[in-house]
């Protein structure tokens, strides 16, 4: 299984912003893959927080819609999550996940991400007030 490898995390204010990098190993670019990050504090589920379909929709839940956005470039490969208006609440470690995935929407690689089996060491994201 490929494991993931995150990057971008660190400490900021609220209000601040952050990107996040997820690197994968290469891949073939014939096959469609969606990508998205995750979140978890310890004691919790890991929740998810953005996905990128194979087609380019997206999808973030509340907690984060209208702050974080996917940067749909070379997702096939890695992924960058810009995080912005950054909130206490917003403090986990951060993962990202790849699957594959043809012509899926945003809103059903939110679900399908859930499938990665190999999930990386995260990155912390961590908000001051």
């Known amino acids: 299984k490929v494991q993931p490898v995150e990057s971008g995390g660190g400490s900021v204010q609220a209000g601040g912003s952050l990107r996040l990098s997820c690197q994968t190993s290469?891949?073939?670019?014939?096959?469609?893959?969606?990508i998205g990050w995750f979140r978890q504090i310890p004691g919790k589920e890991r929740e998810g927080v953005a996905a990128?379909?194979?087609?380019?929709?997206?999808y973030y839940p509340d907690s984060v819609r209208g702050r974080f956005t996917f940067i749909e470039r070379n997702y096939e490969k890695t992924g960058g999550l810009q995080m912005n208006s950054l909130r206490p609440e917003d403090t986990a470690r951060y993962y990202c996940?790849?699957?594959?995935?043809?012509?899926?929407?945003?809103?059903?690689?939110?679900?399908?991400?859930?499938?990665?089996?190999?999930w990386g060491q995260g990155t912390q994201v961590t908000v001051s007030s």
């Open positions: 990128l379909g194979s087609g380019g929709s997206t």
């Open positions: 290469e891949y073939s670019d014939s096959r469609s893959y969606c």
């Open positions: 996940a790849v699957v594959e995935c043809p012509y899926c929407s945003g809103s059903y690689c939110f679900n399908e991400l859930r499938k990665q089996e190999s």
